[in-house]
């Protein structure tokens, strides 16, 4: 697996081997068990194969039953895995049950994501919302981490706040987490001002949103080459969970329409509710952006998994009835394209590799946000200085020309402001009579 430095530097890559380990009750576990298999591989993990239970109910000591972790065991063993990674979220006996019987290390889907969570964690605001989310998770499992902490060496599962403050006494944990509450609500009003700021401005946001790894960060490296701004680009990578932290962008259109773009924090199935809760602040740039772009990777093979994933994330905060266009991305890896569209849902099919697509993704943006706009040509008396600093105060002129007979504009104006300006409406551009 890969361990980390304090500036999130890889320092060593060891090999963590380990095997699945699924329950499977009433629903099918194909795609969840895919899922875990994805998130083991984003954490440097080499995954020797898997072992699915099914069972009427989780067995209170172990999940999957006696016989099954004897089985269990037969198979690390002959294996030489040195990790079982569970799909479902253990209880700290069931932590320490599996680990005094199994001798390797166990952790949960849960641990698994807070982990990769902490070693791709940048900003400040990043790794308190990690470690917060942690130590909510393992308080009250400290009795079942206490053989696997007593380890020397690091893991999957040992990240972020570390061995040292695991092993301190429950008051203390509790302590830094109500340091790290504080230090976010502080981060939350820095949030909150930076939004009141844009709101202000009468920018619209437009929030990339969507499962972990549909190429969100890539369409906005998109959009930022398309209107010349390549030194705004935003990491890129094709792996789970690449980027943690919000990235905000101005976008400015050939037509002189500008938008802020958000890229927020990619969902995963049964993503853990404490840290859905850690990381609000971030997820509330999706609850207050005018417009949503729902990314899809159209070539996962299962693209309504994923969306129906998101859906559930947006509707848990509180951003399920917001404006939302569908977006197909990664159509250059499609042969047939056909089954990508939903009948009565507002989507477009783009490439955020080639470019393809991404005129009519533009178009339906500018509609959702300009639908009213027209560009119009205005002739303000120099009397009215007021209605001048109006206009280039909350508006971004396309052409502005001081005459003998006042400040001519070249603008784009909602129905409601051609309405209020209808008398300075004038070709300019025509000769005087």
Request: hydrophobic content about 40%; overall charge negative; some cysteine.
């Given at each position: ?124 605001e990043g790794k308190l919302q990690v470690e917060l989310a942690q130590l909510?998770?393992?308080?009250p499992r400290l009795m079942g981490f206490g053989k696997s902490l007593s ?283």
């Amino acid at each position: 697996m890969i361990k980390f430095g304090e500036n999130n530097e890889v320092i060593q890559q060891e090999d963590g081997r380990a095997i699945l380990v699924g329950l499977q009750l009433s629903e099918e576990i194909d795609r969840s068990m895919q899922e875990l298999w994805g998130l083991a591989e984003a954490a440097g993990v080499t995954v020797l194969g898997e072992l699915v239970q099914s069972k009427e109910r989780p067995d209170t000591a172990t999940l999957i039953g006696k016989g099954k972790v004897e089985e269990l065991a037969e198979l690390c063993a002959n294996m030489e895995a040195d990790t079982a990674i569970f799909n479902d979220e253990l209880s700290g006996m069931q932590l320490r049950n599996l680990e005094e019987r199994l001798q390797v290390r166990v952790i949960d889907r849960t641990i698994l994501i807070l982990d990769i969570f902490a070693s791709r964690a940048i900003s400040r605001e990043g790794k308190l919302q990690v470690e917060l989310a942690q130590l909510q998770y393992r308080l009250p499992r400290l009795m079942g981490f206490g053989k696997s902490l007593s380890r020397l060496g690091g893991g999957i599962g040992t990240r972020g706040p570390g061995e040292k403050k695991l092993e301190t006494d429950r008051r203390h944990i509790q302590k830094r987490m109500d340091d790290i509450r504080r230090e976010l609500a502080q981060v939350k009003e820095n949030r909150s001002v930076q939004r009141q700021k844009r709101q202000r401005s009468q920018l619209p946001v437009v929030a990339l949103a969507g499962y972990t790894n549909s190429g969100k960060s890539a369409i906005m490296n998109r959009m930022m080459a398309m209107t010349e701004k390549e030194e705004k680009a935003v990491l890129e990578k094709n792996m789970l969970f690449a980027t943690l932290d919000t990235a905000q962008r101005l976008v400015t259109l050939d037509s002189h329409q500008e938008f802020i773009l958000i890229d927020t924090v990619g969902f995963v199935s049964r993503l853990p509710h404490s840290l859905v809760k850690a990381f609000k602040a971030t997820l509330e740039e999706v609850l207050f952006a005018d417009y949503i772009l729902h990314v899809v990777d159209a070539s996962c093979g299962d693209p309504s998994f994923h969306t129906q994933v998101t859906e559930r994330v947006l509707e848990e905060i509180g951003a399920g009835d917001k404006e939302a266009l569908m977006v197909y991305n990664k159509i250059d890896l499609l042969e047939d394209r056909s089954c990508l569209f939903e009948a009565g849902k507002n989507a477009v099919a783009v490439s955020a590799k080639t470019g393809e697509g991404f005129e009519l993704l533009v178009k339906k943006i500018q509609d959702a946000l300009f639908g009213g706009q027209q560009m119009v040509k205005l002739r303000i008396p120099y009397d009215r200085g007021d209605l001048s600093a109006y206009l280039c105060q909350k508006m971004k002129p396309a052409r502005m020309e001081y005459r003998e007979d006042g400040t001519c504009f070249e603008i784009l104006l909602s129905a409601e402001d051609r309405s209020r300006f209808a008398e300075y409406v004038k070709d300019w551009d025509l000769p005087q009579a």
